[in-house]
Nanobody, 121 residues
Framework: QVQLVESGGGLVQAGGSLRLSCTFS????????MAWHRQAPGKGREIIAY????????TYIDSVRDRFAIFRDNAKNTVSLQMNNLKPDDTAVYYC??????????????WGQGTQVTVSS
C-alpha cells in the first residue's frame, strides 16, 4: 500500500521561504507521477505543481510558477516543493499526491495527510 508523509510546513513571514518534503513508501517510487496540491481556508483543493515519474516534465499553476519549484529524488523516494517569496495568499494545507505512470495524468490515487503552511503579512 502506497503511503505518503509530508513534512516541512510551518509559519513564515511574507517574502520568506519553506521547503516541503514528501516521503513515499509501499511501491516503486520511480514509477509514479507526483504532485503538490493545496487547500486554503474556505476554498477547494487545487493542484499547484506536478512532476512526471522521470522528472522530465514539470508544470505549475500561474500563481506559483516563478516562485515554487518541484523536484524529486528517486534514490531517496522523496518529492519536494521549494517555496520562495511566500505570500499570505499561499496560506493553506499542502498535500502530496501520487499516481502510477507512465501516462501523464492529473488525477491522483494516493494522498498524504497534509502539512499546514501559514504566511503572515
Amino acid at each position: 500500500q502506497v503511503q505518503l508523509v509530508e513534512s516541512g510546513g510551518g509559519l513564515v513571514q511574507a517574502g520568506g521561504s519553506l521547503r516541503l518534503s514528501c516521503t513515499f513508501s509501499g511501491d516503486t517510487f520511480g514509477a509514479y507521477n507526483m504532485a503538490w496540491h493545496r487547500q486554503a481556508p474556505g476554498k477547494g483543493r487545487e493542484i499547484i505543481a506536478y512532476i512526471s515519474w522521470s522528472g522530465g516534465t514539470t508544470t505549475y499553476i500561474d500563481s506559483v510558477r516563478d516562485r515554487f519549484a518541484i523536484f524529486r529524488d528517486n534514490a531517496k523516494n522523496t518529492v519536494s516543493l521549494q517555496m520562495n517569496n511566500l505570500k499570505p495568499d499561499d496560506t493553506a494545507v499542502y498535500y502530496c499526491a501520487a499516481r502510477r505512470g507512465p501516462a501523464i495524468s492529473y488525477e491522483f490515487d494516493y494522498w498524504g495527510q497534509g502539512t499546514q503552511v501559514t504566511v503572515s503579512s
